[in-house]
């Protein structure tokens, strides 16, 4: 089979559909046999393709605004991928809208759908393309991937997607070295991009119930990110709780390095998030033994199980006490850093590469029995 994998989201400052695309390819290219091949297609006017990326994949880099490219495939579906990258078999979008092809099967990926029920939270091109277009695509796709059984849940609930055609391939762990715990409480962490999602006023508000019971309590460091009208609402919201506001530090956007750096200070990770389809930074922090703090809503509770605190998440007062037990009680975090490494053990890139390059296979027999 040639394979051909979206590597835009990858491109450029990681998020967590980076992570998620680098992380699936470079497992799939691990294991590919020899009889089949990966292309990493990108397409950007001044963002070029890294060479060797990926090792082992093939790379299709084209001069192409990505924004433009895009509006021709999801609006006028053309031109074929294959005009572009060359022959292929299979071709896997990292998002909810195919990429079009001329005989190859397509598959795409779905990692929450957030942008139906709150298209205002998302940026201009998910608000004009995902909520018309993505449950059409995903119907007429020749198989759809999903990052946890949550999502996999919601989009045969609200698409009517065959359960045989929903592959679940979750985030993989790190594979960082637990840290040594630190001798005295870091900063409240909060990992992620700064946007509406996340509630991080509402993380906010909690903190400045803590300030106000525990003067002495670590900064608050958001680690992510932000557009600059997010970052503006998100402290004037925060301008009646002035000591929070003076105590909170954005980071801007972290690489892997400095993302181990912040884990291995860190108190706890928050995630405070109204709706979640994994939560890539929670499976990271128990990877290094962070007590993790997650909302209740969402895929979030799967991720953590039994290893996290996980709370209503427009509850202050209940954010507030969790943040205050956690850094109240050693017994507690020994646990949570104990349960949570056993439990991000069982988190694979390798497993989730498995069952995707299977998918591939049964699509590809399908269409070669047409």
Known sequence: MRILIDYRPALRQRTGVGEYAHG???????????EDSLTLFSSSWKDRLPNAVVPGAHQADLRVPVRLLNLAWHRLEWPPVDFLAGG????????PLMIPARSAARFITIHDLYFLDRPEHTQAEIRRDYAALAAGHARRA?????N?????????????????????????????????????????????TVEPRKNLSRLMAAYAQVLERRPAVPDLVLAGHALPVTTRELFSEASTIAKARNRTRLTGYVGDAERQRLYREAS????PSLDE?????ALEAMTMGVPVIASNRGALPEVVGSAGIVVDPEDTSALASAIER????????RRMADEGVARAAHFSWTSSAARLHEAYRAAYRRRRAR
Request: net charge negative.
């Open 24 to 34: 699936l390819a470079t497992a799939l290219g691990a294991r590919l046999p020899p």
């Open 88 to 95: 292929t078999d299979i071709v896997h979008s990292m998002h």
């Open 142 to 146: 020749d198989g759809v991937i999903v």
């Open 148 to 192: 946890s059984d949550y999502t996999k849940r919601q989009v045969i609930g609200r698409f009517g997607i065959d359960d045989e055609l929903i592959t679940v391939c979750t985030p993989g762990n790190p594979g960082w070295p637990r840290r040594i715990e630190p001798l005295t409480p870091g900063p409240i962490l909060f990992v992620g």
């Open 268 to 271: 706890m990770l928050v995630l």
């Open 277 to 281: 389809g994994f939560g890539i930074p």
């Open 326 to 333: 956690v850094l109240e009680d050693e017994a507690t975090r």
